[in-house]
């Protein structure tokens, strides 16, 4: 069970002899990861690890991210939103550059809005479409967020990518 991979030695250990280790998030965010227990054929999560992850600064080594060099957000470039207030953000957006630390901070910050704009609306549901609410203006922002934080892990996605690959990726 997820008590059994506690041996695990280091953070970049994938493999032990009990069980089948699935490969972590590409860009290993997190000290977890999903295995598949031998004796029960169960996807289990794992413990954390008692060894320290490797990292350049102490916030690296606590968010297991690299990048500090400001990129541009290539997958704003041609975005649209139905709504004016987060069309503004992303025009504001297109022109920025983030370390790969605060673009992270910035999924996180548009996925926390999102989850809140949904839970704060949930008396508004449409039954028969469970994604939508009544209120057109506030869909719109709903919509808008979700786009947003599409975008914004598609560069992540890409960033991990060119940080593999050594190369520079296309736009998605």
Not at 31 to 37: E, K, L, N, P
Not at 73 to 83: A, F, G, K
């Amino acid at each position: 069970m997820a008590s059994q991979t506690k041996g695990r030695e280091s953070w970049t250990e994938e493999n032990s002899p009990r069980t089948t280790i699935r490969e972590s998030s590409p860009l290993k965010l997190s000290r977890v990861f999903r295995f598949v227990d031998p004796q029960t054929s169960a996807s289990q999560i794992s413990d954390f690890p008692d060894s320290n992850p490797s990292g350049d600064t102490t916030l690296e080594v606590r968010m297991k991210l690299g990048g500090t060099t400001p990129t541009p957000i290539r997958t704003v470039t041609d975005l649209q939103v139905p709504d004016e207030e987060f069309q503004n953000f992303i025009n504001e957006a297109k022109s920025a550059t983030l370390t790969d630390e605060e673009l992270a901070d910035t999924v996180l910050d548009v996925g926390i809005n999102w989850e809140h704009f949904v839970a704060s609306n949930d008396n508004l549901v449409i039954p028969e479409h469970p994604l939508k609410i009544t209120d057109v203006l506030m869909q719109e922002k709903i919509d808008s967020l979700d786009i947003i934080t599409e975008a914004f892990v598609r560069e992540v996605n890409l960033r991990s990518i060119e940080k593999k690959t050594g190369t520079k990726g296309r736009q998605s």
